[in-house]
């Protein structure tokens, strides 16, 4: 199947969780685990934890204070990166991902890992994938101070990391951040149908998307 012409592409920008990794992992602990452990800590059903912390995370979506550890382990007084690891045996790489950042490399792209994930996560996730090699460079959004959401992301991402959007081909699981690089102008833009492997293949509206990275290396 072809997407697009590689020859076109110079820079691969890469979404992490989601995109790469088995989002199920980010699902298991935002949505069951913490609501369990904040359960047990307050006294609460799992239910009543649920709904409240659901209401907490819908505040702040979109923002860059909902991918941070600090902020979520100062507003529930909880350790949050020490919960991760608890869970850490379920961090997953998707399948035919490694092959795709070795084509990748075999074709001299350059090849970015852009996450909005905290340095904090992120080490976490290096450390059980050993996918860190794989990378020309790593941008947390956390430095940059803004998340992928903003456009001005991509402004301040091109200061440090110069690219050319008519070459370039950027892969996320967001939609919203996909739109984003869309109005910046990043050329080349790709979804994921089914970021969690035990969820149902999700609708990516406007934008294209694959089912497997084995679609999109060339032999
Ligand atoms: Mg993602």
């Keep these: 199947m072809s997407l697009f012409n590689w020859s076109s592409i110079h820079t691969v920008l890469l979404d992490m969780d989601g995109t790469l990794l088995d989002l199920h992992y980010d699902s298991q602990f935002w ?4 609501p369990k452990r904040y359960a047990e800590q307050h006294g609460l059903s799992l239910e009543v934890a ?3 912390l659901f209401s907490r995370y819908k505040d702040m979506l979109g923002t860059l204070e909902w991918y941070c550890v600090d902020y979520w ?3 529930l007084n909880m350790d949050i990166a020490c919960l991760k690891e608890e869970v ?9 991902v490694i092959e795709f950042l070795i084509f990748l490399r075999q074709n001299n792209k350059r090849i970015i890992l ?3 994930a905290h340095y904090k996560s992120l080490s976490l996730k290096m450390q059980r994938t050993q996918l860190a090699h794989h990378f020309d460079r790593i941008v947390c959004a956390h430095d940059l101070g803004l998340p992928k959401e903003n456009i001005e992301f991509w402004e301040k991402l091109q200061k440090i990391e110069p690219f050319n959007p008519i070459h370039t081909l950027f892969i996320d ?6 739109r984003s690089a869309a109005r910046y102008g990043i050329n080349y833009l790709l979804s994921i149908y089914q970021p969690d492997s035990q969820s149902p293949p999700k609708d990516t509206e406007e934008f294209r998307a694959i089912r497997s990275f084995s ?3 060339v032999i």
């Design 173 to 178: 699981d967001s939609l919203p951040v996909l």
């Design 31 to 34: 949505l069951k685990y913490l």
């Design 114 to 116: 852009v996450t909005n």
């Design 88 to 96: 850490a045996h379920l961090i997953a790489i998707h399948p035919y």
């Design 215 to 217: 679609q999109i290396i």
């Design 73 to 75: 382990s100062n507003e």
């Design 50 to 52: 649920q709904t409240t």
